[in-house]
């Protein structure tokens, strides 16, 4: 028999999460039925959404949720044999029983020169949020100018990629000057610290006096008040996250941007990446691809240990990864 070692929620998060949140278990896992796989997890996804998600979704006990690569270490299913590797939503665990419904392939054709941990990222579900809300929500432009906020981040430094390959100008802001530099390797046309600049309508006023035709919005809260301003008449906004707001244990108010999106006639519109899951395989068919041919640089910072999952989660919170938080366990 498996034993298996799990974090479980232990507490729902009061404002920014605490290790005392978290309690790490052990259980045992039964025998396989018909049509079950074993998998192991090689390599868990870190991201932003866990912090909203966990409150909607969990209870009190539950295991953390969360997203894995996997190695098949048992199979009564044809679909996934034993060596395989496959994507999984089994949240935070070392090993678990699943079925071919809940689990997806590795794309067929995965190099073996690229890790696949990127399964996670890049040529994964924040590389499909980039490519869809870019593509779909913003509606890109060969000419646009495109402005990304937390740009250093998983979903932010890919869709900044994906912008230039359209032939768009690209700005980006992040937390930290080496993040800024990071940013200017991978293709930015402009990028800069907004924890350093004196004034972000300033800032954002140079990297485009003219303005902006699209912004794809990872932040919210004030820093999107701001940006609003910016934008160029019938401008279009992806809203994919809000990570300013995450941990407020009171709700930020006003102000308010009913007056300005009718002055400019914007369009905003929020969005999870589930939307197009029947188009999975095209938007991770042109990641690869891109990845591949290497018009898309990917940078990971990876934790190692299971045991380090926690401390590993509240720092990519706090802004401390550049490129996709992942961990090998």
């Known amino acids: 028999m498996v034993r298996a070692k799990i974090w479980?929620?232990?507490?729902?998060?009061?404002?920014?999460?605490?290790?005392?949140?978290?309690?790490?278990?052990?259980?045992?896992?039964?025998?396989?039925?018909?049509g079950e796989v074993l998998l192991e997890t090689v390599f868990l996804s870190l991201d932003p959404y866990m912090r909203p998600y966990s409150r909607i979704h969990l209870k009190e006990g539950d295991t953390m949720l969360g997203s894995q690569v996997a190695k098949v270490l048992?199979?009564?299913?044809?679909?996934?044999?034993?060596?395989?590797?496959?994507?999984?939503?089994?949240?935070?665990?070392?090993?678990?029983?699943?079925?071919?419904?809940?689990?997806f392939p590795m794309l067929p054709n995965w190099p073996e020169k690229l890790p696949r941990s990127l399964a996670l990222g890049a040529i994964g579900m924040p590389g499909l949020t980039a490519y869809f809300g870019l593509l779909e929500i913003c509606q890109l432009k060969p000419g646009d100018t495109v402005l990304i906020n937390a740009a250093a981040g998983a979903v932010g430094s890919v869709a900044g990629q994906i912008a230039k390959?359209?032939?768009?100008?690209?700005?980006?802001?992040?937390?930290?000057?080496?993040?800024?530099?990071?940013?200017?390797?991978?293709?930015?046309?402009?990028?800069?610290?907004?924890?350093?600049?004196?004034?972000?309508?300033?800032?954002?006023?140079?990297?485009?006096?003219?303005?902006y035709d699209c912004y794809f919005d990872n932040v919210g809260g004030e820093f999107s008040t701001v940006a609003l301003g910016q934008m160029k008449k019938f401008g279009r906004i992806a809203v994919c996250g809000a990570i300013s707001l995450y941990n407020d244990t009171v709700p930020q108010t006003g102000p308010?941007?009913?007056?300005?999106?009718?002055?400019?006639?914007?369009?905003?519109?929020?969005f999870v990446v589930q939307r197009w899951a029947d188009r999975r395989e095209e938007g991770l068919t042109a990641l690869l691809k891109w990845v591949a041919e290497?018009?898309?640089?990917?940078?990971?910072?990876?934790?190692?240990?299971?045991?380090?999952?926690?401390?590993?989660?509240?720092?990519?919170?706090?802004?401390?990864?550049?490129?996709?938080?992942?961990?090998?366990?």
């Not at 034993?82 to 079925?99: C, K, M, N, Q, Y």
């Not at 007056?259 to 929020?270: F, T």
């Not at 802004?319 to 996709?324: A, I």
């Open 165 to 211: 390959i359209k032939g768009c100008k690209v700005v980006g802001c992040a937390g930290s000057d080496k993040k800024v530099a990071f940013l200017k390797e991978i293709g930015y046309d402009e990028a800069f610290n907004y924890k350093t600049v004196g004034s972000l309508e300033e800032a954002l006023k140079k990297a485009s006096p003219d303005g």
């Open 256 to 270: 308010y941007m009913q007056l300005m999106m009718i002055l400019k006639e914007l369009r905003m519109e929020g």
């Open 294 to 329: 290497g018009k898309i640089k990917c940078q990971e910072h990876i934790t190692q240990g299971f045991e380090n999952m926690p401390a590993a989660f509240m720092g990519m919170l706090k802004g401390e990864n550049t490129g996709k938080a992942v961990l090998k366990v």
């Open 8 to 34: 479980i929620l232990k507490k729902h998060f009061e404002g920014f999460p605490k290790h005392s949140d978290f309690e790490l278990k052990e259980v045992e896992l039964p025998a396989l039925k018909d």
């Open 74 to 103: 048992e199979s009564k299913c044809p679909t996934f044999p034993v060596g395989s590797f496959a994507l999984a939503r089994a949240g935070w665990t070392t090993h678990f029983i699943s079925t071919s419904k809940e689990l």
